[in-house]
């Protein structure tokens, strides 16, 4: 996919969506899940969609909630249930939807305490911990959650994910059964779902309001050493992108006395004070330099910049020797840091995604760390993050969570806040910043260079780029190099990667359909020289055309 001439400048008139007519949409489209396209469906981290396409609707939360009622009784979740939401101009109706269907369901509905004031936005790794916390005090009342966001998709879309009592993504057993029973809903024309008036269910006992801020910050120094990073006198600059934690920052300077300056203070749903990423569209993604492009700008304003995506799950870091960071090194480097400064067990795994750099096993393998690949999905790291079997868990699109100080459970969702804080602790303990950091562990265990391509794909040619076997890679040979392996299955868990990844022992690719855009991706990676990554993303690209021609496509 080439890079769009207005990528990394400013958002134009002409970029930003009609919020009045997306809300509009919301209430009045109805979506016929008879087509594929408009029914509930839950890929890597929950169902996403836009009301302007019929796949984010009205009908499809309050479906979503009810089918959620339901399963918490079969389930025997009697608990509460945390809601949160990002700022998305699609998140605040569908709140209001999700409210009114649990509240009639007898579901006991936590949210943030400011909420109902059009504020009161919860980043999920908070709805993670408050789930975790409130668990452990209270194992006959067994809470789970719920976050209205799509991520760092763009200002037109909206999204909804399920985090049951562990804590983090719902796993896809359980997805599967709220996307059966939900679409079951819609067809039968949503009779079966309980529902009361917003202002009814606004007046009812089950909705209660808590302190989710300083229940979150308070605890910030069980996983980081906040203290270090005040002695040290870090400073630290800090664009929300006008997501969810914009309200979290100043709290958690005041409550540690660090130097945190947040760089943009404005909250829009149209996501106008963006700049354009690559494909020339409004995405809130921490991992791009053309969505950073602000921030990187003020890269010698401070000793450590970081931005995060409107739910905060996902971060990115800037600093003044290197700019923004690729996500996998920063993922090397915390590994590092982390199995070198933390009294954790030898035995802790370190989880990545198979399509994370080689560069983590290498830090693996150096330090004697147990490795686990999984497929692509935070949900494949839960378990192990919940029972402390995994002391990290990351994956290439710059989300990840580790364990707390004390090797117990932080959280079981992607934390943005702590691996943004994490950057700052490395400098204030080691006196380099992640990039030097970074550039030391390049010299000893090798130079990666990584690319990531996409390109348009049909539905059709999702499904069959899913369903790839070694038996579709009929070359014996990669970018020159002989191949080692065809993997369709993690090694880590054997779950179905959903695509293919091919090894050689300078380099890989992998190849895998989107789970929320109609798009396929090409992950790519070479240890010799930025040539010999071209070839392999050449090859690679070759190799996923034959199985759509082969397929008739």
Partial sequence: MS????????????????????????????????????????????????????????QHIIAICQAIAEYRQDNGINGPLFLGKDTHALSEPAFASA???????????????????????????????????????DANNIADGLVITPSHNPPSDGGIKYNPPHGGPAECDITKKIEQRANELIAANSVAIKQLSYQQALQSPLLVKEDFINHYVTQLDQVIDMQAIAKAGVTIGVDPLGGSGIDYWPVIAQQYDLKIKVVNEVVDASFAFMSLDKDGKIRMDCSSKYAMAGLIAMKDDFDISVGNDPDFDRHGIVTPSGGLMNPNHYLAVAIHYLMTHRNWPKSCKIGKTLVSSSLIDRVANQLSLPLSEVPVGFKWFVDGLADASYAFGGEESAGASFLARDGSTWTTDKDGFILALLAAEILAVTGKDPYQYYLELATTLGQPCYGRVEAVASFEQKRVLTALSKDDVSADILA?????????????????????????????FAARPSGTEEIYKIYAESFIDDDHLQKIISEAQAIVSASFKAAGL
């Avoid at 949210?111 to 936005?121: E, M, N, W, Y």
């Avoid at 020159?480 to 022992?505: E, R």
């Fill in 3 to 58: 890079v769009h001439a207005f990528a990394g400048k400013p958002v134009r008139p002409q970029d930003r969506i009609n919020i009045g007519q997306l809300v509009s949409d919301y209430f009045t489209q109805t979506p016929d899940v008879s087509l594929a396209a408009e029914q509930v469906s839950f890929g890597t981290s929950g169902h996403r969609g836009s009301a302007s396409k019929r796949s984010f609707n009205e």
């Fill in 99 to 137: 409210i009114s269907v649990l509240i009639a369901n007898g579901v006991n509905v936590v949210i943030q305490s400011d909420a109902l004031s059009g504020k009161g936005f919860t980043p999920t790794p908070v709805i993670s911990r408050l789930i975790i916390c409130h668990n452990k005090s």
């Fill in 480 to 508: 020159g190099d002989k191949i080692i392996q065809v993997l369709s299955h993690a090694p880590g868990n054997g779950a179905a990667i959903g695509g293919i990844k091919v090894v050689t022992d300078n380099g890989w």
